[in-house]
């Protein structure tokens, strides 16, 4: 099977869509041969920090010497970026032969897996054919009932900031979706957890004292933010630091508290996790499309800002950085998103807004996004591609570009600003 055959075979699968449950999980990894026994794993769920946070777990224990794996979601560019060891994305050649194992063992299965299912399986495998020391696994979707939970109990269970999101699937209050991140918690690991709302924190809590573990509050107020610019920002958490982040933003100050409590409990654990390796490590975290700014004439920034607190974080750090600018906005949006929260946080800061249509068939058209933002006394104009939108965006000069919405179109602007 080569590059084309694997991306063939898992989008052939994607019509399956999202279905919850542990069932097919378990049944396909039995098939490989459970290579999820032969890891160890930080298992990280949240509705918004989970890839930053893991992007830091990952430089952190990297620098350290540990052979580490990283699989999150989506991805910006190509499949590949999913699955990582070192920080470096999995080969083309390891990416269609982890395809093809699983697409042999997967095949004959009566309830086959879905896309999110097989690449969750080629992740695993392929972590425990280049021997881990251990994986850093993102959710997708939840945590209770998502592929991922199929591992065992893991070193730790990380649980970022807990908001509204797939409120369908996962529940129309905080509590319910709570709970089902919380189902993340096995006995036998310490749980970590953001600073979430109280009602949140109470749901984790709860199922940590249910689960005989100890939960530990990354708490804001052991936080004290430094110096900052768009060059990066320096923090000290519980009087130690300063410690210096090149990724922007003042929520990933939080993300970091979380990373360091984390670490704190791998130590605990027997992990070799030296202080120089962990400020070495948040140092080089990078997660692209996380306001990151791409260019500086003209001022670009992009974010992958695709609900309300994205929404609201993404506008405290424009504000911070930034203050007292007006943006151009580039903005793509899912029809399934809060979109007039979103709407409502983002266009005061908007000198005049690009839509865009994202790449997904959730998405909200580019002329119905302007519709909704003109309705609501803002500037905007439905641009025919994304190109089109770059190309508009650097016409003017006259105010820095924000590139957000969804990470749907991210991948795609984040590579026309840089070509």
């Given at each position: 099977m080569n590059t084309a055959e694997a991306l063939a075979f898992i989008q052939s699968v994607g019509w399956r869509g999202s279905r919850?449950?542990?069932?097919?999980?378990?049944?396909?990894?039995?098939?490989?041969?459970?290579?999820?026994?032969?890891?160890?794993?930080?298992?990280?769920?949240?509705?918004?920090?989970?890839?930053?946070?893991?992007?830091?777990?990952?430089?952190?224990?990297?620098?350290?010497?540990?052979?580490?794996?990283?699989?999150?979601?989506?991805?910006?560019?190509?499949?590949?970026?999913?699955?990582?060891?070192?920080?470096?994305?999995?080969?083309?050649?390891?990416?269609?032969?982890?395809?093809?194992?699983?697409?042999?063992?997967?095949?004959?299965?009566?309830?086959?897996?879905?896309?999110?299912?097989?690449?969750?399986?080629?992740?695993?495998?392929?972590?425990?054919?280049?021997?881990?020391?251990?994986?850093?696994?993102?959710?997708?979707?939840?945590?209770?009932?998502?592929?991922?939970?199929?591992?065992?109990?893991?070193?730790?269970?990380?649980?970022?900031?807990?908001?509204?999101?797939?409120?369908?699937?996962?529940?129309?209050?905080?509590?319910?979706?709570?709970?089902?991140?919380?189902?993340?918690?096995?006995?036998?690991?310490?749980?970590?957890?953001?600073?979430?709302?109280?009602?949140?924190?109470?749901?984790?809590?709860e199922t940590c004292a249910q689960k005989g573990v100890p939960c530990i509050r990354a708490a804001r107020s052991h936080l004290r933010q430094g110096a900052k610019s768009l060059e990066g920002q320096t923090f000290f958490w519980k009087d130690q630091g300063p410690y210096v982040l090149a990724l922007l933003g003042d929520h990933q100050v939080y993300n970091a508290a979380a990373a360091l409590e984390t670490a704190a409990a791998l130590r605990e654990r027997g992990w070799s996790l030296p202080e120089d390796a962990v400020r070495r490590g948040l140092n080089a975290a990078r997660w692209p499309a996380r306001f990151e700014l791409l260019k500086r004439d003209p001022l670009v920034i992009i974010d992958g800002a695709h609900n309300p607190q994205c929404a609201q974080a993404l506008a405290g750090s424009l504000t911070s950085y930034l203050p007292g600018r007006k943006f151009l906005l580039i903005l793509g949006v899912l029809e399934d998103k809060d979109v007039s929260s979103m709407l409502r946080t983002l266009l005061p800061l908007a000198w005049e807004v690009l839509c865009v249509t994202p790449d997904s068939p959730r998405a909200l058209s580019a002329e119905q996004l302007a519709e909704r933002i003109s309705g609501l006394g803002g500037t905007a104009s439905a641009c025919l591609s994304m190109e089109d939108a770059v190309r508009q965006s650097l016409e003017q000069r006259e105010h820095p570009i924000v590139a957000c919405g969804s990470l749907y179109m991210a991948g795609a602007i984040r590579a026309l600003f840089l070509s």
């Open positions: 919850l449950g542990l069932s097919r999980m378990r049944t396909l990894l039995d098939r490989l041969g459970n290579p999820q026994s032969l890891l160890k794993f930080i298992h990280i769920a949240g509705t918004n920090g989970k890839g930053s946070t893991a992007a830091m777990l990952s430089a952190i224990l990297r620098e350290a010497g540990y052979v580490t794996g990283l699989y999150t979601s989506p991805h910006l560019s190509a499949y590949n970026e999913r699955i990582q060891i070192n920080g470096t994305a999995i080969s083309d050649p390891d990416f269609s032969a982890a395809a093809e194992q699983v697409r042999r063992r997967g095949e004959a299965m009566e309830d086959p897996p879905t896309e999110f299912e097989v690449i969750t399986a080629m992740a695993l495998w392929h972590f425990a054919e280049k021997r881990c020391d251990v994986v850093i696994l993102e959710t997708g979707l939840g945590g209770r009932l998502d592929a991922t939970n199929v591992i065992p109990a893991p070193e730790a269970a990380v649980i970022t900031n807990i908001g509204l999101e797939h409120t369908e699937i996962l529940g129309d209050t905080l509590e319910k979706i709570a709970r089902e991140k919380a189902g993340i918690i096995k006995p036998g690991c310490p749980v970590i957890c953001y600073e979430s709302a109280p009602e949140a924190l109470a749901v984790i809590q």
